[in-house]
């Protein structure tokens, strides 16, 4: 059965990076879209940073902008999310997550994505 599992949370001080990783287990990822999400206690799923399977194209929160770098190695299987200027409001768990089809495009909408991970806590301290 097909896994995705996250990697590289952490705790960090304001304006410290962490980067994050998303593994496939019997799951080609280069057939697919990989989305990073985050949740916070008490606040809904956000869709922080996709990348299409295709030409590599990404989309970002805007909160996140400038600060944020999705990349994908499919070689490695493996997704990253670079993280810099890390804020305090970025404390939530992150997952990653997959939806098939080589599309030119990504979507940051949860609802769109069928494989996900068990999320990787990030916790940054002001």
């Known amino acids: 059965q097909a896994h995705l599992v996250e990697s590289g949370g952490g705790l960090v001080q304001s304006g410290g990076s962490l980067r994050l990783s998303c593994a496939g287990t019997d799951i080609t990822l280069d057939y697919y879209r990989i989305g990073w999400f985050r949740q916070a206690p008490g606040k809904e799923r956000e869709g922080v940073s996709c990348?299409?399977?295709?030409?590599?194209?990404?989309d970002y929160l805007d909160s996140v902008k400038g600060r944020f770098t999705i990349s994908r190695d499919d070689a490695k299987n493996t997704v990253y999310l670079q993280m810099d200027s890390l804020k305090a409001e970025d404390t939530a768990v992150y997952y990653c997550a997959a939806v098939w089809g080589r599309q030119r495009w990504c979507s940051r909408d949860h609802l769109d994505y069928g494989y996900w991970g068990r999320g990787t806590q990030v916790t940054v301290s002001s």
């Open positions: 990348i299409s399977s295709e030409d590599g194209n990404t």
